[in-house]
T-cell receptor, first 117, second 111 residues
């Protein structure tokens, strides 16, 4: 158990719809990361938040948005869904605080599997 | 631009033998590299890491080698066990702990 909790585990929806994925990081971790894994693909970095603020942005579509709340949980919002958005969405957290010195390890949740029909 | 590449999508090895998983990168700014293991229906779990200033790190049956001049790293598993069967991702990291992952290699260890 990594300590990172993601809900829902599975989600089936239709094209054009909007969904929200939720992530609770490990206790004490300030950084949250979202990754997308499409079928048999690697993990594509979407976005990082640190203590409520956006820290880094990757290959995140404009139809997607995220935020990190004061209690440090994060939500990834996916709108105007397309068939190609079907994927596993992983949240990860780390204790990174800008001072470096750690191994860089991220702790991943079990993922939310989104199926768009 | 794929900064981290795992050119072998799959690898099959006999139990007890050595498994060698390879990874190439293009970004010279990575400060460290990590290997993650992923079982089906689970999130990736950290396996081993190496700082960019080192060329080898060992942890039990797992050893990671880094060749900076060739921008290449490899993960050696000796001896391989059936429970090692999983997808292995290599990743490069830098400030902010943002990891850039390769596409993964599926390792199958046959009993």
């Amino acid at each position: 158990d990594s300590g990172v909790t993601q809900t829902p585990k599975h989600l089936i929806t239709a094209t054009g719809q909007r969904v929200t994925l939720r992530c609770s990081p490990r206790s004490g971790d300030l950084s949250v990361y979202w990754y997308q894994q499409s079928l048999d693909q690697g993990l594509q970095f979407l976005i990082q938040y640190y203590n409520g603020e956006e820290r880094a942005k990757g290959n995140i579509l404009e139809r997607f948005s995220a935020q990190q709340f004061p209690d440090l949980h994060s939500e990834l919002n996916l709108s105007s869904l397309e068939l190609g958005d079907s994927a596993l969405y992983f949240c990860a957290s780390s204790s990174w605080g800008g001072t470096g010195g750690d191994t860089g390890e991220l702790f991943f949740g079990e993922g939310s599997r989104l199926t768009v029909l | 631009d794929q900064q981290v590449k795992q050119n072998s999508p799959s690898l099959s090895v006999q139990e007890g033998r050595i498994s060698i998983l390879n990874c190439d990168y293009t970004n010279s700014m990575f400060d460290y590299f990590l290997w993650y293991k992923k079982y089906p229906a689970e999130g990736p779990t950290f396996l081993i890491s190496i700082s960019s200033i080192k060329d080898k790190n060992e942890d039990g049956r797992f050893t990671v080698f880094l060749n900076k001049s060739a921008k290449h790293l490899s993960l050696h598993i000796v001896p391989s066990q059936p429970g090692d069967s999983a997808v292995y991702f290599c990743a490069g990291g830098n400030a902010g702990n943002m990891l850039t992952f390769g596409g993964g290699t599926r390792l199958m260890v046959k009993p």
